[in-house]
């Protein structure tokens, strides 16, 4: 059974800085992807950046430069870290953490956690 337990939401300044956590049980799969998506009222989630089991990184356009993925991984647990910098207030939304397996197209997401960039 996939769990989830992720951390590291709540208030900032503008122009500070966060890091999100996200440990990931249950992952049993070969192939699989960890990200943070985000969303707010109102419009569709919008990818932030992910890693691959290979390491492999993609970032959304909104947080390139600004963000750094990085993951940790044992037995069939991984905890992936998002590393947030120069907060902006446009990135208040509600973070989410979504596992993906490959090759069966499975998708997991955990519950959510706010980030509020706000003076």
């Known amino acids: 059974q996939v769990q989830f337990m992720e951390s590291g939401g709540g208030l900032v300044q503008p122009g500070g800085s966060l890091r999100l956590s996200c440990t990931v049980s249950g992952v049993f799969f070969r192939l699989y992807a960890v990200g943070w998506y985000r969303q707010v009222p109102g419009k569709e989630r919008e990818l932030v950046a992910r890693i691959t089991n290979m390491g492999v990184t993609n970032y959304g356009d909104s947080v390139k430069g600004r963000s750094t993925i990085s993951k940790t991984s044992a037995e069939n647990t991984v905890t992936v870290y998002l590393q947030m910098n120069s907060l902006k207030p446009e990135d208040t939304a509600v973070y989410y953490c979504?596992?993906?397996?490959?090759?069966?197209?499975?998708?997991?997401w955990g519950q959510g956690t706010q980030v509020t960039v706000s003076s």
């Open positions: 979504r596992l993906t397996a490959q090759p069966a197209g499975l998708q997991y």
